[in-house]
Structures are given as structure tokens and as C-alpha cells.
Nanobody, 119 residues
Framework: QVQLVESGGGLVQPGGSLRLSCAAS????????MGWYRQAPGKERELVAV???????NYADSVKDRFTISRDNAKNTVVLQMNSLKPGDTAVYYC?????????????WGQGTQVTVSS
């Protein structure tokens, strides 16, 4: 079993910043990737940003140059720094980890944290 604990969501005005954090714990041998997805009401879940084990990153076009993803490999933690937030960034943000345990390769999702950008 792997548990993900997310923190850092909330309400912020347009142009503001938020920092999301996600810590993974449990039966993890190695992590292939950790990242953030989001789902707005009435829309499908979409990739926001992901960092792979080698350090490469992928971002949604809509967040490039505003959001930055980073990882602390020793602590199995991923952080999403979100700057210049827009109302369109309002969504539930989910952390996801792609990992190996003794039983194979798995994905695990966090419970989600609400981000609301509004004046």
C-alpha cells in the first residue's frame, strides 16, 4: 500500500501564488514519476506537470512559465509552485505517483486538494 498526502490548496486571488505539496509513503522501492493532475467541474482530468525519475519534466501548455514542479527524492515528495494564477486554474488538483514495489509497477493517486482562483 502506498499513501499520498497532499497539502497546500486554497482560495487565492488572480495573479496570486500557491504551493502544493505531496508526500508518498509505503511500500515503494523506486519512483518512476510523480506529478500533478487537475479536474475542473464538467471537464476531464488533465495533466498539469510531471517529473520523471531522471529529472525531466512535462507541463501542460496552459501552465508553462507559471508553474514549476520539483521533487525531493530522499523524501518521496513532489511540490508544485503555482504563480500568476488565473481563474481558469480553478480545479481539484490530484497528486499521482508511478512506482515500483516488491510486487510490480503501480500508480497511486492522492485524495485531491481544491484550488480556487477568484476575486
Amino acid at each position: 500500500q502506498v499513501q499520498l498526502v497532499e497539502s497546500g490548496g486554497g482560495l487565492v486571488q488572480p495573479g496570486g501564488s500557491l504551493r502544493l505539496s505531496c508526500a508518498a509513503s509505503g511500500s515503494i522501492i523506486s519512483i518512476n514519476a510523480m506529478g500533478w493532475y487537475r479536474q475542473a467541474p464538467g471537464k476531464e482530468r488533465e495533466l498539469v506537470a510531471v517529473m520523471h525519475s531522471g529529472g525531466s519534466t512535462n507541463y501542460a501548455d496552459s501552465v508553462k512559465d507559471r508553474f514549476t514542479i520539483s521533487r525531493d527524492n530522499a523524501k518521496n515528495t513532489v511540490v508544485l509552485q503555482m504563480n500568476s494564477l488565473k481563474p481558469g486554474d480553478t480545479a481539484v488538483y490530484y497528486c499521482k505517483v508511478d512506482y515500483y514495489s516488491a510486487y510490480g509497477r503501480f500508480d497511486s493517486w492522492g485524495q485531491g486538494t481544491q484550488v480556487t482562483v477568484s476575486s
